[in-house]
């Protein structure tokens, strides 16, 4: 392996590790993994990443990676050759970062905020919030940029697939906890998350969707019992 051993250190329900798990997958890299107690994380974690000290730190060799967005184009240009992430176009790749951006900045705090909720009032703007940016990527999805696309990466998995996949995957076990209804007007973004969830090497990456429920409850249960 090009420049030493792989080691991943994560969290196993944490979706920035979930985007290095599956993308590790994707590529068929072996590595080690290491499981950290976010409540009480580890000398190795705090030393590799002392800025953040959070997971994903991907470790190859003796140089430490943090960030998964990072990692994720640090994994793509070390083995370009192994099942690539990213595309050639340098206007698809901005498009792709774009669109990253937008699923941290923006998907995954609006996610957030329906755990966060604590009435019927935050509840709603949260969830208004979530409609929002689905409507922007369901727009995407059938005007934009990716039009047409199975996935995407095209006829498969790519780097933005697995960022705003592993966010989708989330997207609807919150639903769930908060017991919220989205409604059916994202059709393109319902296809693109089904075939995106029957991918094999998704299925063997990510939790079970009744474990990560059961994650989410008991996250939810925690928040609202510090409100």
Same mark, same amino acid.
């Given at each position: 392996? &090009?420049?030493?051993?792989? #080691? ?10 979930? =985007?290095?798990? @599956? ?13 950290? $107690?976010?409540? $009480? ?12 000290? #959070?997971?994903?730190? @991907? @470790? ?11 990692? @994720?184009?640090?994994? !793509?240009?070390?083995?370009? *050759? ?8 340098? =206007? ?23 755990? =966060? ?13 979530? *409609?929002? $940016?689905?409507? /922007?990527?369901?727009?995407?999805? =059938?005007?934009? +940029? ?9 006829? #498969? /998995? ?8 592993? &966010?989708?995957? +989330? ?9 919220? !209804?989205?409604?059916? &007007? +994202? ?28 994650? /989410? ?11």
């Amino acid at each position: 392996m &090009d420049g030493g051993e792989l #080691k991943l250190y994560g969290m196993w329900a944490s979706p920035y590790v979930l =985007r290095v798990r @599956l993308a590790l997958k994707l590529k068929g890299l072996d590595y080690e993994y290491v499981e950290e $107690n976010l409540a $009480n994380k580890s000398a190795a974690l705090l030393r590799l990443n002392p800025v953040h000290r #959070k997971v994903p730190v @991907l @470790l190859h060799g003796d140089r430490p990676i943090a960030e998964s967005a990072v990692i @994720l184009e640090y994994i !793509d240009e070390t083995w370009p *050759r192994r099942f690539p992430l990213m595309p050639t176009d340098p =206007r698809e790749r901005a498009a792709v970062r774009f669109w990253c951006h937008f699923g941290s900045d923006k998907m995954f705090p609006s996610l957030i905020a329906i755990l =966060r909720s604590a009435d019927e009032a935050q509840r709603a703007a949260a969830v208004g919030e979530v *409609r929002e $940016n689905l409507k /922007l990527l369901e727009d995407e999805l =059938r005007e934009g +940029f990716f039009r047409g696309r199975r996935f995407f990466g095209c006829e #498969k /998995l790519g780097f933005l697939d697995i960022v705003l996949g592993v &966010d989708a995957h +989330f997207l609807r076990g919150v639903t769930e906890v908060a017991e919220v !209804d989205l409604g059916e &007007d +994202f059709p393109s973004f319902t296809s693109w998350l089904r075939e995106f969830e029957a991918q094999p090497e998704v299925q063997e990456v990510l939790p079970p969707f009744d474990t990560i429920v059961d994650f /989410l409850r008991g996250h939810r249960r925690r928040i609202l019992a510090q409100a």
